[in-house]
Antibody
Framework: QVRLVQSGAEVKQPGASVRVSCKTSGYTFTSYYIHWVRQAPGQGLEWMGWIHPNSGGTKYAQKFQGRVTMTRDTSITTAYLDLTRLRSDDTAFYFC??????????????WGQGTLVTVSS | DIVMTQSPGSLAVSLGERATINCKSSQSLLYSHNRKNYLAWYQQKPGQPPKLLISWASYRESGVPDRFSGSGSGTDFTLTIGSLQPEDVAVYYCQQYFDTLGALTFGGGTKVEIK
């Protein structure tokens, strides 16, 4: 079965960087995009961007340009989200989601469990 | 980016009664080539990731109770819970996946509670 398992919670100081991983299994890793979505405590869902595991191509939301990098390691079917220069308002749950693209996007059936990143001094 | 506006922000409905959530997009989500609306509805419960309920505006995903239904086209969409059950208490989000070049934006969410 399809599974996306994310790394554990992180606590970071302002100005630091964080890496969240998304280990996938149960499907062909290079055939589906990985999207990242975050959710501040008690707030709504915010789309951050995607990576195409086959090519490594990425698209980032304008809000995160310059601070976010999405990468992948196809040998271990894992996607990564790096966020730098952390601020207190980056405190959020970060989710990865598997998304199909076939002439257009499809909705996200499969999600990771979420990783809480807390930014605090 | 396409802006998604949900209303209301929250609603309280009696058990067995109908709940209606609206979602409006800043541009049409109807792709003329295949006549599909690129609009999904998700349910999110505390401590969980979103769960896909409805895709293509009105297609109910496998295993989703038939009290959930989606309707609408173009820029205006509705999620209806026909007879509210205790397990339906959650936050519901719409999402457009029409924009192939930009962000796949979500609505702000609607919190559904029992009255």
């Amino acid at each position: 079965q399809v599974r996306l398992v994310q790394s554990g919670a992180e606590v970071k100081q302002p100005g630091a960087s964080v890496r969240v991983s998304c280990k996938t299994s149960g499907y062909t890793f290079t055939s589906y995009y990985i999207h990242w979505v975050r959710q501040a405590p008690g707030q709504g869902l915010e789309w951050m961007g995607w990576i195409h595991p086959n090519s490594g191509g990425t698209k980032y939301a304008q809000k995160f340009q310059g601070r976010v990098t999405m990468t992948r390691d196809t040998s271990i079917t894992t996607a990564y989200l790096d966020l730098t220069r952390l601020r207190s308002d980056d405190t959020a749950f970060y989710f990865c989601a598997r998304v199909e693209y076939n002439g257009g996007w499809f909705p996200s059936h499969y999600w990771g469990q979420g990783t809480l990143v807390t930014v605090s001094s | 980016d396409i802006v998604m506006t949900q209303s209301p922000g929250s609603l309280a409905v009696s058990l067995g009664e109908r709940a209606t959530i609206n979602c409006k997009s800043s541009q049409s989500l109807l792709y003329s080539h295949n006549r599909k609306n690129y609009l999904a509805w998700y349910q999110q419960k505390p401590g969980q990731p979103p769960k896909l309920l409805i895709s293509w505006a009105s297609y109910r995903e496998s295993g989703v109770p038939d009290r959930f239904s989606g309707s609408g086209s173009g820029t205006d969409f509705t999620l209806t819970i026909g007879s509210l059950q205790p397990e339906d208490v959650a936050v519901y989000y719409c999402q457009q996946y029409f924009d192939t070049l930009g962000a796949l934006t979500f609505g702000g969410g609607t919190k559904v509670e029992i009255k």
